[in-house]
Structure formats: structure tokens, C-alpha cells
């Protein structure tokens, strides 16, 4: 139950959101599918003084431009993105992460731009608070941390769990988003701050809009999400990686690897990449590039998994992916 008073606003385009969104001012937010913020707003980690309900817009459909990216609708539902025929076979490791998501019900309600933009969870923060905390934590306005005490008040290390965002930086893709002044188009690689406090840099009064994926007809990829059971979870770890090779069909050309859920925004393994980019994609350079990921990753503890576990889980299931995408790419690896 939500214990507050709030406003609530049913626009009928996101030209009269946004227009919303700059009457009522920063005490506003968005809410598409409603899974994330809701239970949010239940625990009183935010509390609007309005709640701009998108429901009201009907997304566009999936489409391919005339330069073969694909352009979704950022209030496209993940069931669609998970079932879209399109999608499934021009982007499949888009469609395999919003599989993954929680369940059924979550994935029919949660939109894409809805789980671009969730909350930042940790043990403390994402619970009832009158039983779980004694005074609010840093990031409730309070002066305090409870996992890491010795945090200060701008330091805060909830861990960003979208399972989507790691395959969407892994494939390129771009978001477009409206406001009073316009829009703009960025990267999904730079929607997050890193902090946090305030895990993404969507200015006051921005709506997303769409995402735009590059073609990847010709990438090799592969997805992981280790999680304690296989549905309606939080992951531990998300991986997901695509490779290119060069003309020579051996030798890498491009290589992202995008690690989730284990700090406070995506990130990207860059030495390993470094590491594939140019050289001979094979078993000896897999292992050079792992090596160099656990190396770079600096896990949170976090849910309960201690650094080192989360460490030695991505160690054994990076090896797979990158394989899976190895021989997707068209590499002849033998299996073991
Ligand atoms: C039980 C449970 C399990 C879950 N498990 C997972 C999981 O396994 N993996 C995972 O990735 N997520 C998970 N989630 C998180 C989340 O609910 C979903 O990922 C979902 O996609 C969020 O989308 P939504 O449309 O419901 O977002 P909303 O709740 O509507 O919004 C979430 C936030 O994004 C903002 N927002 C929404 N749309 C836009 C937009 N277009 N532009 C700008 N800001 C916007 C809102 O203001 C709000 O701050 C889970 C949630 C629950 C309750
Ligand atoms: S990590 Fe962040 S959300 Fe969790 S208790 Fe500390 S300040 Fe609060």
C-alpha cells in the first residue's frame, strides 16, 4: 500500500507528458508499465508529489529503417520484445534478455524504457523501511550506510540490475528522447551516471522515447544471467557479449563485453576487449581476455554474494559466452 498522497496524470502523447512533467517540475515522474516504480513508491525510496501514467500511449511496432537498424519504441512491453518475431531473428540477444526478466506477469506489464530507467537495488534500500532501517540511508536523504559504513554520504553502491541495458551497450544501441527543448540521441553506454544515488543522466522533464540497435546480422553473441533460480529473479551477474570478425573470418574485428548487476551502472570489460580486438579469435586469446576480466572487474558484494563468489561465477560463465559468441561469429573452436 502506498501511504502518500500523490497526483496522478494520464496524457494521451508523450508531447502532453512532457509538457506535464514540466508543470508539475521535479517532484514528477514517469511511470509506463508501473513494476518497478510502484513497488518503489510502496517502500518510499521515491515519493512523487505526481505520477505522469503513460499507459494512455499505445507504442509503435518494431520496425526496420532503410538502414537496417531497428528502431522500438521505448513503451514497447518486454513480452513483445522477448515474442516479436523481428526482433528474435534480427536481434536475439535482445530478445533473450527480456526473456530473462523476473516473469511472465513482469515482462507483460514492464516496458523497455520502464527497465532502462529502474531503481538501483541493494538489501537495505528496496525494503520496507519502518522494520528494516533505524534511520534512512544516504541515498533516502539520510546519513548513513549499512552494507558499507565506512561509505561517504556521495558514495553509494546499490547495484543497477536491468538485465536488458548490458545487451543493448553489447550491441550498440542508441536511446532518443523528448523534452521541452527537443530531444536528443545518445548512447545507451552513457545513460548511466555510475552513482548510485542517481544511476542515470536523463535530465529533469526527459522522456525516453526509443532505442535504435544498429544491424547485427554479421556479430556472433552469446548472453548469460546467473541468478540463485531460473525465474522471477534478480541477477547475480549478467553477461553479454558480441564479436565481429575481420574478412579473414579468424580475426576480430570488434568485441564488446558488457557485464551487469554487479556495480552501480554496466560495465564494460575494456582490457579483455583490447585484448580480442585485432588478434586470432581463438581459445588461448578467450582465455587472455578472461583472465584480463576478473582481473579488471571490481564486483560489489551484493544480495548476499561476496565479491570473490560473483568473481569465480563470471570467471566460468564468460568462458561460455564468449565461446557460444565465438562460434556464432563463425570461428571453428572444437568443443571440449
Ligand atoms: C518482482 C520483480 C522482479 C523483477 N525482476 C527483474 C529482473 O529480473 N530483471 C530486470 O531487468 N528487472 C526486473 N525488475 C524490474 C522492472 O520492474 C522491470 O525490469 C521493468 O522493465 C520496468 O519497466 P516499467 O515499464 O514497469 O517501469 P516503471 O516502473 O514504469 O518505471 C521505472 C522507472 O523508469 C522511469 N521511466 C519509465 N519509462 C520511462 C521512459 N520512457 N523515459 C524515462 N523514464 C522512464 C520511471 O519514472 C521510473 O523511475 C523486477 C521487478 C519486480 C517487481
Ligand atoms: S548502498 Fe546505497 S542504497 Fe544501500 S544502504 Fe548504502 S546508501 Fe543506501
Known amino acids: 500500500m502506498i501511504q502518500f498522497d500523490f497526483e496522478y496524470e494520464r496524457p494521451g502523447t508523450l508531447a502532453e507528458a512532457v509538457m506535464l512533467l514540466r508543470r508539475h517540475g521535479a517532484d514528477a515522474r514517469i511511470m509506463a508499465g508501473g513494476t518497478d516504480l510502484l513497488p518503489n513508491m510502496r517502500v518510499e525510496v521515491v515519493r512523487p508529489a505526481a505520477v505522469i501514467g503513460l499507459s494512455g500511449i499505445t507504442p509503435e511496432p518494431p520496425r526496420c529503417e532503410a538502414d537496417g537498424s531497428i528502431r522500438i519504441d521505448a513503451l514497447t512491453r518486454l513480452a513483445t520484445i522477448a515474442d516479436s518475431e523481428l526482433i528474435r531473428k534480427q536481434l536475439p540477444l535482445l530478445a533473450e534478455s527480456a526473456r530473462v526478466v523476473a516473469s511472465n506477469q513482469i515482462r507483460q506489464m514492464g516496458t523497455l524504457g520502464g527497465n532502462l530507467c529502474q531503481e538501483t537495488r541493494c538489501l537495505y534500500l528496496n525494503q520496507q523501511h519502518d522494520y528494516q532501517f533505524v534511520a534512512p540511508c544516504y541515498k533516502r536523504g539520510g546519513a548513513v550506510c549499512y552494507p558499507f559504513p565506512l561509505n561517504k554520504p556521495d558514495v553509494c553502491w546499490s547495484v543497477y540490475m536491468s538485465d536488458v541495458a548490458p545487451a543493448l551497450i553489447a550491441l550498440g ?66 553477461m553479454a557479449v558480441t564479436l565481429r570478425l575481420a574478412a579473414d573470418r579468424r580475426t576480430c574485428s570488434d568485441a564488446r563485453i558488457v557485464i551487469g548487476a554487479v556495480r552501480e551502472r554496466p560495465v564494460r570489460a575494456a582490457a579483455a576487449e583490447r585484448i580480442l580486438v585485432g588478434a586470432a579469435l581463438d581459445e588461448a586469446g578467450i582465455g587472455a581476455a578472461i583472465a584480463a576480466a576478473v582481473e579488471e572487474l571490481k564486483p560489489l558484494p551484493h544480495h548476499g554474494f561476496s565479491k570473490s563468489y560473483i568473481v569465480d561465477n563470471i570467471r566460468v560463465y564468460l568462458r561460455r559466452v564468449l565461446m557460444r559468441a565465438a562460434r556464432a561469429a563463425g570461428v571453428e573452436i572444437p568443443t571440449a
Open 173 to 238: 544501441a542508441d536511446i532518443e528522447t523528448v523534452d521541452e527543448n527537443g530531444g536528443r540521441r545518445i548512447a545507451v553506454e552513457d545513460l548511466f551516471t555510475g552513482s548510485g544515488l542517481n544511476p542515470v543522466t536523463l535530465r529533469e522533464g526527459e522522456i525516453i522515447s526509443a532505442i535504435i540497435v544498429p544491424p547485427a546480422a554479421d556479430i556472433g553473441w552469446g548472453y548469460h544471467k546467473s541468478a540463485r533460480r531460473g525465474g522471477l529473479e534478480f541477477a547475480m551477474a549478467v
